[in-house]
């Protein structure tokens, strides 16, 4: 009796079948297949009554012990194929690991190498007048058209009672530091503006009038009491659609709130552009 050659041809059928789907070169794989078939035949004592047909049709050798030979083909074959098939598998499932980029990450790479977005974009600094440097000037915080506080609406800034100075009526929404100092006031509602000069002097910048009662909703504020700024920085964005559109004037005023520290102050009146001379303040 011979041990039949079955396992051998089974092993390597189930090698080309998962070579075929799997992979390229497997062909040592078969090798695995037949020796798990072999070792069914030892086990089971399977043998051939003669030499002839293998495969399928060789339990027609074996037909005394046909469910023997039917495990030694299902080991034989499926150890091939499993052996194969997973090696196959686990080599494409490393190196497509390897090369694959998931697009959604690589989205979100290319968008953290993006420059990011930190919030409102500043605004170009105006040109300062370099008389401002001399510290006994206030620039105009807005491009528009200056004049003097007697000619504003609100009778309390006509009056002067809360200090000299100038106004603006603006044409742009962007209000900038009208000199060196510390922001001192920063009001919740947007509308005003304080701040102490490098140089001693009391400002109050009042943006529109009867504009508190807006709650902050056309303001966007660029700095908070306690930063020091420099003449032209920005300060603070004014939606003056929506100041108009609330009924309400976007009338800027400059105030110098300790006036009486000043021998005088005299404001300009005419077009103005942010960063312009303004107000003159001398001791």
């Known amino acids: 009796m011979r041990r039949p050659s079955s396992a051998a041809n089974i092993a390597q059928g189930g090698a080309c079948l998962a070579v075929a789907l799997r992979t390229k070169s497997e062909r040592t794989k078969s090798l695995v297949g037949s020796a798990c ?48 098939f997973g090696v196959a598998f686990g080599v494409a ?10 697009e959604d990450k690589a989205k979100a790479a290319k ?3 993006a420059p990011k977005d930190n919030g409102p974009k500043a605004m170009v600094a105006p040109q300062v007048d370099a008389s401002a440097a001399d510290a006994a000037t206030l620039v105009s915080p807005m491009t528009g058209t200056a004049l003097p506080l007697s000619q504003v609406s609100d009778p309390v800034f006509a009056s002067e009672s809360m200090g000299k100075g100038a106004a603006v009526e603006p044409t742009d929404g962007a209000i900038y530091a009208p000199c060196d100092g510390e922001v001192t006031l920063a009001a919740n509602t947007g509308h005003a503006l304080g701040m102490m000069s490098d140089a001693g002097c009391e400002v109050l910048l009042h943006i529109g009038i009867d504009t508190v009662e807006l709650k902050g909703a056309p303001f966007t ?19 003056l659609d929506q100041i108009k559109a609330a009924g309400k004037a976007a009338t800027t005023m400059v105030i110098v709130t300790n006036s009486d520290d000043f021998k005088s102050i005299e404001g300009t009146s005419g077009k103005v552009v942010a960063g312009a001379s303004l107000v003159k303040l001398s001791k």
């Open 37 to 84: 078939g072999a070792l069914c035949c030892y086990v089971f004592n399977l043998a051939a009554s003669s030499t002839g047909v293998t495969g399928i049709f060789g339990i027609l050798l074996c037909i005394a012990q046909p469910v023997q030979y039917a495990i030694m083909f299902a080991v034989a074959f499926g150890v091939a194929f499993g052996v194969a």
């Open 93 to 102: 499932f490393g190196i497509t690991s390897t090369i694959y980029k998931d």
């Open 221 to 239: 504020a660029h700095v908070s009491a306690g930063d020091h700024v420099k003449a032209g920085q920005l300060l603070m964005e004014a939606d």
């Open 111 to 113: 968008k953290s190498d």
